[in-house]
């Protein structure tokens, strides 16, 4: 369920046109623009007013975009691109037929897996529009995993989940050589490395 207040309907639609003609984009993607994307709505904005907030904070607006699909398999530049050229803060809700995907640009792209249009849930949480923005990457972009570690950042917390990410990915990728590996003694500096990685993550997690 998406719980934001009526107060921050907006229900818009945009011309699509208007994005992909001023946006600083090669011709490549302006194809997949006008091939991936059907129909964009500004379905709620955020501000301080709006949501009867006391607390100042940089951060003006929050946009909330739905993006109506042509296809599920979207090139995820698209919403990339949008994001950098914008200067309001934006949340994507991704619509293809009843599945939907969440994705917010925090220095990347970051998207939720895809799930059943009921399942969506997002809330607006926090005294502040800023408050609120940390709120909504933390539901989006932060797994279950990472979503602990309130006394850190939101940039120290996804910087932790990217630090498990790829020691669990090279975790993987060791294991699989060493299994194939034929000689004892390279197998044994293989798995000898993967203990490494594996106390690394443990220390990561536990610290």
Known sequence: MINFPESTRAHRRLPKDAFYKHLPITNVLKEKFISDVDR??????LTKDNLHLKKDGKIKEILILLIELKKQSFDAKI???IARQNPHELVFILSFEEKRQLAIYHS???????MNKTDVELTAGGFSV????????EQIALTEESAGRENLSIDD???????????QKQIEKTEAVAWKEQQPKKRFELYSRVQ????????????
Not at 108 to 114: A, N
Not at 130 to 137: A, Y
Not at 196 to 204: C, V
């Open 157 to 167: 917390r996804l910087a932790r989940q990217e630090q498990i990410e790829k020691l």
């Open 79 to 81: 919403i990339e691109a």
């Open 40 to 45: 964009i709505y500004v379905e709620w904005s």
């Open 108 to 114: 990347k792209l970051y998207r939720s897996p895809w």
């Open 196 to 207: 490494e990685y594996k106390k690394e993550l443990e220390e990561i997690k536990n610290g």
């Open 130 to 137: 800023d408050e609120i923005m940390d709120c909504l990457i």
